[in-house]
Nanobody, 127 residues
Framework: VQLQASGGGLVQAGDSLRLSCAAS????????MGWFRQFPGKEREFVAV????????QYADSVKGRFTIFRDNAKNTVYLQMNGPKPGDTGAYYC?????????????????????WGQGTQVTVSS
């Protein structure tokens, strides 16, 4: 699976931004999809994850109620809708694909759980 993230940029606090991650290769609907972010000098951290068909989602407490993850399997794309971003959300955002059948562990919050990664897309939130 190849992942291509896009949609990052400069946004004012309180506005909205939508990130997209387009997948190519093996069947997209077989993967859980996640979004992570990374701040300078910090480790990559979990933002959100969505199940195969989109019926299950989980969010980091820091973004709950502000960000929404959703997917369109017909378009092989997962999205992260960022509403009311804050300056503290500034960072590089990465999408990732998890083949849940590839192993026995179940830790969707851990980067090590994911099999494929896209390149980061930078989000900068100005105050």
């Amino acid at each position: 699976v190849q992942l291509q993230a896009s949609g990052g940029g400069l946004v004012q606090a309180g506005d909205s931004l939508r990130l997209s991650c387009a997948a190519s290769g093996r069947s997209f609907s077989n993967y859980f999809m996640g979004w992570f972010r990374q701040f300078p000098g910090k480790e990559r951290e979990f933002v959100a994850v969505i199940s195969w068909g989109g019926g299950g989602t989980q969010y980091a407490d820091s973004v709950k109620g502000r960000f929404t993850i959703f997917r369109d399997n017909a378009k092989n794309t997962v999205y992260l809708q960022m509403n009311g971003p804050k300056p503290g959300d500034t960072g590089a955002y990465y999408c990732a694909a998890w083949d849940t059948l590839s192993g026995t562990s179940w830790s969707p919050l851990l980067p090590s759980q994911y099999n494929y990664w896209g390149q980061g897309t930078q989000v900068t939130v100005s105050s």
